[in-house]
Every structure is written in structure tokens, then in C-alpha cells.
């Protein structure tokens, strides 16, 4: 090996990141025993930063462009080194290299359910997902707090930092919101700016910045959506005027036909016979007037006293707020109390 060979295995001049893989966020360029040749070229593209950095302390940051390296473009290192400005010998120090290209397409979701306060249901456990986009856009930030001096940071291993902070700030910001719950799954477009704004702030701590962020589903664990249902069901069947509840109860009863029909004995099993079938259409006509009709009934004799559904749901919750039963008991007992409301 000649002398020169030795040389240009020795000085760097052009130092470059070419982005040869995908999902590469933190690269540190491949130094070894080499050093930096004074006046040599620093070539940063378009959607990178670099960072020079002596022993652990951060320099000087450059943006897109080709940069001339020497005392006056590294004012920073040149103060920590101790360099005089007249200073031309070739130098060592890491450089990293950041992509500030926009992370899309990357998904979010809820492992477990959320439980948040709801002023229509007092508290529900919300499960959510979507999609957000992010890059980073303070390569000082991004170098100190997460990625650090690691030869290569991927965008695997930030987005499991990500999640952990966006589940936190997702479940601050939704119960500080005082959205209900049916706005929000009716409005997810509304639920995605209250958590956005959050998550731009915890973010932008890392430097991260949060490009997009929306919300594909908001729901209910089953059993609370079950009760949820019924509440719906029996709302929509007590805003019926009465000649809206005549044709849903005509509904109803021709529904049931085709269902008794595939049972033992067919259409006759559930009447026993046309003559037991015009007779239960006569007393469902006369249960329908009367349920129409306004009428007195006569006082029934005093019953024992026992607890309303109402006052039971107010014990459970003030169980719920002294610790005795878990969120999951009370939800399921919440259930019950609202299908026997519902009748």
C-alpha cells in the first residue's frame, strides 16, 4: 500500500448519508480511526439535518445543502475543541445524520379500553383507533432525549416510545375534554383535534412533530354497547306518537309470524288455530287501544318498599368511588340495572 492510499484511507472529505434503507430516522456516520480533513465538504440533502457531536456534547447543526467545513462553519466545535481560528489540521468528531421525511400511514390503537367520565353515562371505557404521520423536527431534541449515540435509531423502536405517550396523553385529554361520549362517536373528526392538540405538545418534547393525526373508530366494549342499544331501542320507542306505535306493533307482529312458522306446529302452534289466532288478534287490538287510549287505573294496595333501579345505581357508583368494586364490576352491573330500566 502506497503512501497516498494511506492517506485517503486516514481524511475524510466528503461526508454524506445516502438513505439506502427505508424507516432509518438516526444514522451515525461510520468514523472508525478516521478523521475529518479540514475544508472538507459536508453534504446534507433535502429532508435530512446533520449533527456534529464531541464526546457526548452537541455542536453544530446543519441544514440541506453542501457545506465547506472548517472554523467558521463550526463555531460550536470549534469553542469545544479549543481551536484557534487559524486552525487547519484535520479533525475528529461524530456526525449523525436525521431524516426529516414525514413517517405516514403509521397506526395507532387501544390495547385495553379507556375509562373516562361521561355526562350521559357517568363513566364508560372507550376503545379508539386511526392513523397518524410524524417526523422529526429537532435533531437536538430527538439526539438527547431518545435517540442518543447509537449507531442506527429505527422507526420501530421510536414508535414504541410513541405509543406509550399517546396512549397517556389520549386518555388526559379525552376525560379533561367533557365530550360525550356520542358526540365523540359521532364526531370523530371533533375527537381527533381535542387529542391532536395534546399530542403536538408531548411531541414536540422528543423533537417530534405531529404532521397528521384522525381518529377511524370509536366504540364500546360489548357488553356496555349491548346496554347501550337497548337504551337506544327503547328511546326511539317511547318518542313514537300513536299512530307511529300501531304501525311498529303491526311491524313487530309480522315479523313474528315467519319466526313462528319455523317452529313446532308452524303458524298454528303460536294460536292454535285461525279461531285462537283471530282471538289473539282481538286482545292485542284491545291491549293496543288501551294502551293508547288515556285511562284511570284503579289504586293498586301499597307494595313493600324496595329500592328504585335509580337509587341502586347511585349505591353502585358510590361503591365504585370508595374502591370496594372494580370498573369492571361496575360496568357489568350497570348493564343489568339498565336492561331491567329498560324493561
Sequence with gaps: MGIGSFIKKQFIDVIQWNEDSDGVLAWRFPMQDQEIQNGGVLVVRESQMAVFVNEGQIADVFGPGTHKLSTQTLPLLTNLMNWDKLFDSPFKSDVYFFSTRV??????????PITIRDKDFDMVRVRAFGMYSYRVTDPRLFFKEISGTRELYTRDEVEEQLRGILMASMA?????????????????????????????????????????????????????????????????????????????????????IPLAAQNEGGVAGLGMGLGAGVSLGQVM????GGAIAPTVAPAAPAAPAEDSIETRLEKLKGLLDKGLISAADYDSSKAELLKKLIG
Design 103 to 112: 413517517q405516514t400511514a403509521r397506526k395507532w390503537g387501544t390495547p385495553q
Design 285 to 288: 287490538g284491545q291491549a293496543l
Design 172 to 256: 388526559g385529554s379525552l376525560g379533561s375534554s367533557q365530550v360525550p361520549f356520542l358526540d365523540m362517536a359521532a364526531n370523530q373528526m371533533l375527537m381527533a383535534q381535542q387529542v391532536k392538540g395534546d399530542l403536538t405538545t408531548a411531541f414536540g418534547r422528543y423533537g417530534i412533530g405531529l404532521d397528521e393525526f384522525n381518529v377511524a373508530s370509536v366504540s364500546l366494549p360489548e357488553e356496555l354497547q349491548s346496554a347501550l342499544d337497548e337504551r337506544i331501542s327503547a328511546g326511539m320507542k317511547g318518542g313514537l306518537s300513536a299512530d307511529k306505535m300501531t304501525g311498529y306493533t303491526r311491524y313487530q307482529t309480522a315479523n313474528a
